[in-house]
């Protein structure tokens, strides 16, 4: 797993009297020095390679822009914007220490998550409530609420605008991303921010 650096855990020694959410801010920040595979994969540099707390932030600020509190009278419009964005931000706290797992990876979808659910007990390990963002974390895993639905398209839609922006600055192999999206992203006003984005890049398909 290609990373920007040593994790911060790894250069940092807690004293056993330390605050648990000091040593579990330190874990979950390995999320910022943690490229995401997928795009180095594809030759992007690792300069322009977004951290997966990027896309994490990404995403919970599309939540917020895009649920709001006046929402849409739609389906977006029964959103709770603030538990959405709360989702966003746990969503990948698993990759922490299981790295980023991509689908050419060879990794089953069960051992993925096995392994991603071992990191947050790992990362969260002596935090009170490290129950509460695992029960979060399943929440978006399950995607049954209509927050998690919402989330797991903006999981993607994040991602297909991240790549309308690589295409646009002339990287190639971005259309297999915008495939990736359109298959999750469907509630229409989603799709027509992605669709948007894609033809702002310069694509029209």
């Given at each position: 797993?290609i990373t920007?650096a040593a994790?911060?855990?790894?250069?940092?020694?807690?004293?056993e009297?330390?605050?648990?959410?000091?040593a579990?801010?330190?874990?979950?920040?390995?999320l910022?020095?943690?490229?995401?595979?997928?795009w180095l994969?594809?030759?992007?540099?690792?300069?322009?390679?977004?951290?997966?707390a990027?896309?994490s932030f990404?995403?919970a600020?599309?939540?917020?822009l895009?649920?709001?509190?006046?929402g849409d009278g739609?389906?977006?419009?029964?959103?709770?914007?603030a538990r959405?964005a709360?989702?966003?931000?746990?969503?990948?706290?698993g990759e922490?220490?299981a790295g980023?797992?991509t689908?050419v990876d060879?990794?089953s979808?069960?051992?993925k998550?096995?392994?991603?659910?071992e990191?947050i007990l790992?990362?969260?390990?002596?935090?009170p409530?490290?129950?509460?963002?695992?029960?979060?974390?399943?929440?978006?895993e399950?995607g049954?609420?209509?927050?998690?639905?919402?989330?797991?398209?903006l999981d993607?839609?994040?991602?297909?605008?991240?790549?309308?922006?690589?295409d646009a600055?002339g990287?190639?192999g971005?259309?297999?991303f915008?495939?990736?999206?359109?298959?999750?992203v469907v509630e229409?006003r989603?799709?027509?921010?992605?669709?948007?984005?894609i033809a702002?890049a310069g694509?029209?398909?």
């Amino acid at each position: 797993m290609i990373t920007k650096a040593a994790g911060p855990d790894e250069l940092l020694s807690l004293g056993e009297g330390a605050d648990p959410a000091l040593a579990s801010y330190f874990r979950l920040m390995r999320l910022k020095r943690l490229y995401r595979q997928g795009w180095l994969k594809r030759g992007l540099p690792a300069v322009l390679c977004e951290s997966v707390a990027e896309h994490s932030f990404g995403t919970a600020l599309l939540a917020l822009l895009l649920a709001g509190r006046a929402g849409d009278g739609g389906t977006i419009g029964k959103v709770d914007p603030a538990r959405a964005a709360l989702l966003a931000l746990v969503h990948e706290m698993g990759e922490s220490y299981a790295g980023d797992i991509t689908p050419v990876d060879g990794v089953s979808p069960a051992d993925k998550e096995r392994l991603e659910r071992e990191a947050i007990l790992r990362a969260l390990d002596g935090h009170p409530d490290c129950d509460w963002f695992l029960l979060l974390w399943e929440e978006f895993e399950e995607g049954a609420t209509p927050e998690a639905a919402f989330v797991r398209q903006l999981d993607r839609l994040e991602m297909g605008l991240q790549a309308a922006l690589q295409d646009a600055e002339g990287y190639p192999g971005m259309v297999e991303f915008y495939d990736s999206a359109r298959k999750t992203v469907v509630e229409p006003r989603l799709r027509a921010v992605l669709e948007d984005a894609i033809a702002a890049a310069g694509r029209s398909g």
